[in-house]
């Protein structure tokens, strides 16, 4: 496939990957929200704990499974691994040239320097010198590092996925820790902000979307209304 054509496929992919990563840290936060509550609250620990059970194995299920889509190894599927993957196979597609080209700076403008900086920085081999010829590339070995490094984060998370929530193995998901699934959503929020910002050109500070609303609001009234 030629090289614009993956480049532009890639830039596609990523986005449909954000948007669910979005949705996997957006629902972290809601039931962190939702423990707070549970752990401030005497009397719903008295009389909700069947609703805690429920939602804390619901959210574990749902966020291995999401963990997994990012870093599943099947061909033809679009996650973080898959695209991590393919960059590896096809360096010349992510060029010095072809990022400058997406960011359109006005010649002379201050974020040459910085960007030309970034790109020698991130994607040349480890030490290389100070660059700004186009036909530079990105240097395989280091996205492969990148996924390495998200599927050895995210392992954990992906067994208990395949085998107890997808296959019924003699694994189970209330043995998975806290900091094991933290490790995953770490990487996957690493991977994403590194690779947005070199296919998209824009920075991205953390994978959690920020909340325009109120999350604790649903919290301050009764859910079942008294009928006069």
């Known amino acids: 496939m030629p090289a614009d054509q993956l ?24 039931f962190r929200d ?19 059970d429920w939602m804390r194995i ?21 996650n973080l691994h898959q695209l991590l993957k393919e960059i590896e196979t096809r360096p010349d597609v992510v060029s010095r040239g072809r990022f400058f080209e997406m960011l359109n700076l006005p010649e002379g403008h201050f974020l040459q320097e910085v960007n030309q ?3 020698t920085n991130t994607c040349l081999p480890i ?42 193995a003699r694994v189970d998901i209330k043995d998975l820790t806290i900091p094991e699934v933290d490790a995953a ?24 979307p920020v909340p325009q609303f109120d999350t604790h609001a649903v919290f301050t009234f009764p859910w079942i209304e008294r009928k006069t």
């Open 127 to 168: 030490g290389s010198p100070a660059s700004d010829k186009p036909v530079d590339q990105v240097d395989p070995l280091r996205v492969r590092e990148d996924r390495e490094a998200l599927q050895t984060a995210a392992e954990r998370v992906r067994e208990v996925a395949n085998k107890d929530v997808a296959h019924r």
């Open 117 to 119: 900086r970034y790109f």
């Open 185 to 208: 959503f770490d990487a996957i929020e690493t991977t994403l902000t590194k690779y947005y910002t070199l296919l998209h050109g824009a920075s991205l500070m953390q994978a959690e």
């Open 7 to 30: 480049w532009e496929e890639w830039r596609n992919d990523l986005k449909r990957i954000r948007q669910d990563i979005h949705e996997l840290f957006s629902s972290r936060r809601t």
């Open 34 to 52: 939702i423990a707070g509550v549970f752990e401030q609250n005497k009397r719903l620990q008295e009389v909700g704990g069947y609703l805690w």
């Open 58 to 78: 619901s959210y574990a299920s749902y966020v291995v499974m999401r963990v997994r889509r990012e870093t599943d190894d099947q061909g033809n599927t679009i």
